[in-house]
């Protein structure tokens, strides 16, 4: 068993700048732990590569218009001359042709500006075109057997819509990654698996209406974006298979558990999915600063110890991990090699870096898993 973790030192540059919740840093932190505690191990690889996505792999998601503004926006040097025409900017007229503010903010959303210019990040598209292609060569590693399970690091950018920017997220590799397995591989079913604390509303929108995505949200209720509600369960052909577990705050492994045991394998073993993506970094820990979830070490090593007897199980342990949220520098790191290590069914000694302090309420677990199963037992035999 092989977990190779793919990397293009470019993705360090998806940086908002400082005073801002995503920082480029939490790579170099998780290179840290990874030499101290998974990188000797003969079941991991670490594979570097420079290959970033063309703009005709972005158009697997992104529409031109977007990527062309984008471009714009993260080349130029400076936009003190806010009233350049919108036209000059697309079309790269004078040397400083950055968007103004104004026709950039058609396209993202403030949390994806740097708070302190109020623009995006220079050099930022760059490093989520190189984000976009980890992921889809995580899918290539994995699809031509090259290793067993594979971890795009960087990847996971859940909130990105075909034309809108917005919660840190650029280009949504996710999207790409599975719209190109299914394009370059003719894989007809995928399990994408979002454990995020937030809900993935950009990959909701995109495989909305497909049969041939099994998307499971499991999120925080009552945060940013505020959709993914039981309700939300896709449209015409792809009625039924968007599935929303929205938990509230305080939850944690036990509840993850049961949510695995009582929804996500029932519904995976009768969708037989030819490939299973995961995305979700370190934000349902205990002691992230942006959510309220309560997940430890132990939970997170337990999700990727889930997802592996999964793929084990039902698609020759084809696996697609992809891993870049966290807003608690202080557990970044372990939650991030918890996952990997879970994932490749290999134990790891980490003592959590923070106290817990108790959770906020009783979760009602039994309550939300009750009210999914109900809502979309119309479409699944095993819930019947
Ligand atoms: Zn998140």
Partial sequence: MLTTILFNPEIEHYDFGPGHAFRGERFASFRRMYQETLAHNPHFQWASHDESATDEELGLWHTQDYINMLRAASLAEDDEDSSVPEFAALFGCGPKTGPSRQSLSVYVSRDNLNPLTGRLPEGIENAARAIVKNSMLAVDYVLQGKTDKAVGLGGGLHHAKANYGEGFCIYNDVVIAARYAMKAYGLERILILDTDAHAGNGTCEAFYNDPGILFIDVHQTGIYPGTGLIEETGAGKGKGFTVNIPLKSGSGDAEY????????????????????????????????????????????????????????????????????????????????????????????????????????????????????RKVIKPYWKCLG
């Fill in 257 to 372: 558990e049961r949510i695995f045991d009582e929804i996500i394998f029932p519904l995976a073993r009768e969708f037989r999915p030819r490939l299973i993506i995961r995305n979700g970094g370190s934000d349902p820990h205990f002691a992230d600063n942006l959510t309220g979830l309560g997940l430890t070490l132990a939970g997170f090593w337990m999700i990727g110890d889930k997802v592996r007897r999964l793929s084990d199980e039902l698609c020759r342990g084809k696996c697609v991990d992809l891993i870049c949220s966290g807003y608690n520098p202080d557990v970044l790191a372990g939650a991030w090699i918890s996952l990997i290590a879970g994932l490749s069914g290999i134990k790891v000694e980490l003592k959590e870096p923070v106290p817990r302090i108790a959770a906020d309420e009783p979760a009602e677990i039994a309550d939300i898993i009750y009210e999914v």
